[in-house]
Structure formats: C-alpha cells, structure tokens
C-alpha cells in the first residue's frame, strides 16, 4: 500500500500572463501564490521563459522573498537561465525545452539526444544544492538517459493523456496514454528517479494520475488559473487538491484489499 501524500505545485504562470497583457501589477502572481499556500499546494512552480512573456525576474526575487513554500523555477538549458537560477537558488530547477515560437511547452525534452549539453546544466545546478528534474515524455528511453545524467527527479509530460482525453474520453487512446504514464511512472522506481507528472492536468483528467503509485508531484497551472475565473483560486485549488487526495486514497485502499 502506498498512500504517501502526492504533492501539489501550483504553476503560477498564467496569473502573470494577464498581468502582462496591460502592464502593471494587477493581477499580483505573488498574491496567487499565497493564495495557492493557503489552499493547499505544497509548491509554486513558474516558468522563466526566454521572453518573459509569463513571469519576470523581479517576481523570481519576490516569490523566494515572501512565499514559503518551495519553489519550483522551470528553466531552458541556456547560460542565462543557469545563472538566474544559480543567483536565485530556488528550492527546484525543472529543466525544459524552449521554443520561441511554441504556446506552450510542446513535449519533452530530448536527454537520449541532449545528453552532452544537458549534463553541462544538471551538474551546475545539482552542485549548488538545487533539486533538478527533467522534463520528459513518458518514454523509457528517456528515462534511462535522465537516470544517466544523475538527474533526481522527471517530471513525466501527460499532455498526450490529457489531450486524448478531450478527444476520446475513456476510449483507446486515453487508456493507451495512461498505460504509457503508467509503465513510465514504474520504470522510475525502477532506475531510482523520483517521479512527478504535469501539463494539460484538469478535474476530468487528474485521477488516474494522481492514482500511480510511484508520482509524488503534480504540477499544475492552466487549468487551476483558467477555473478561479469561474469559481476563484482558493476554490479552484482546493477541489483540485480534494480530487488528488480521493484518487491517491481510493489507489491505496484497492491495492490494500
Ligand atoms: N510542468 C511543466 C514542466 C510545464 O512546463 C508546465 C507548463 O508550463 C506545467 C507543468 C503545467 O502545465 P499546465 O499549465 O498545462 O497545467
């Protein structure tokens, strides 16, 4: 039986997207995150990108200032974000790929192809004391080449799952995405990587997630910031984390009988 509690990292970069689209201060990415606090999550997670175009510099220095919960910095493998995360020293590095042009973070990254430029970034922040995890697609490859650069953590890309889901719902594809998830998640255990699973995570889609096992963390934005419009943050937060919760505690209980 494993009921060990399944964190939840609140990605906090789409408060600061509609902050950005006017300017100013309003609405505060740092007010969200002790909101977050405050509702449940374990974690703040936000996305440093090249252009900016979500979270500043000025609100990493914020966040590490007035948030006391871990912070988790999402970073591409570049000089500049290294040595941001180096100044900064946040709890967590989460290494990502980066392309200008993408809406969002497309896939995962390539560590069988990257291994030579990823280990570069995984030693320099693995020297400073910073938890780093790779960004992969639930793919065993991937995964071995991760445990090979000595990374401590992946956090598995779900996106494949969630958008199955939107198309077929509990259908062949979706199963398919999640038993990818699912052998995934155990190869981990297997090669001694602490696993973590994010991006396109909803209501309908955070269960069987939530219900593996060997996940410790979820990572979770869009959705989170998209629902508060209708419901607000605090609730948004606290259905997302009672939603966790059952489906780790309904896993356990199975297992157990
Ligand atoms: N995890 C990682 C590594 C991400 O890049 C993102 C998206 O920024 C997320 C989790 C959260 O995804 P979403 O905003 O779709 O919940």
Redesign the pocket.
């Given at each position: 039986m494993n009921q060990t509690h399944l964190r939840l990292?609140v990605?906090i970069?789409?408060v600061a997207t509609i902050r950005n689209a006017r300017g100013g201060g309003h609405p505060d990415p740092v007010r969200a995150a002790r909101q977050a606090a405050a509702a449940g999550a374990d974690g703040i997670?936000a996305?440093l990108r090249e252009d900016r175009r979500?979270i500043s510099d000025n609100d990493i220095s914020r966040l590490i200032d007035s948030i006391d919960l871990p912070l988790n910095l999402?970073i591409a493998a570049t000089e500049e974000m290294l040595d941001i995360a180096l100044r900064h020293r946040p709890h967590a590095a989460?290494i990502?790929p980066e392309k200008r042009q993408e809406v969002?973070?497309e896939g995962g990254l390539d560590a069988v192809g990257g291994h030579n430029h990823l280990q570069y970034y995984v030693g320099k922040l693995r020297d400073a004391g910073i938890r780093v995890s790779l960004?992969v697609d639930p793919d065993i490859a991937q995964l071995e080449a991760a445990a090979a650069l000595r990374a401590p953590v992946v956090?598995l890309?779900v996106?494949a799952y969630?958008e199955a889901h939107l198309e077929d719902r509990v259908g062949a594809r979706t199963q398919a995405e999640l038993a990818r998830i699912v052998g995934a998640a155990a190869a981990c255990a297997e090669l001694g990587l602490e696993c973590?699973a994010?991006?396109?995570?909803t209501f309908d889609t955070v269960a069987p997630v939530a219900a593996i096992p060997q996940v410790m963390e979820l990572?979770?934005?869009?959705?989170?910031?998209g629902e508060a419009i209708f419901c607000g943050l605090d609730a948004s937060i606290r259905r997302m984390r009672s939603l966790m919760d059952q489906a780790r505690a309904e896993a356990g209980g199975a297992r157990s009988a």
């Open positions: 990292g990605n970069d789409h997670t996305h979500h999402e989460c990502v969002t973070t960004f956090e890309h996106g969630c973590h994010g991006h396109g995570l990572n979770i934005g869009h959705f989170l910031i």
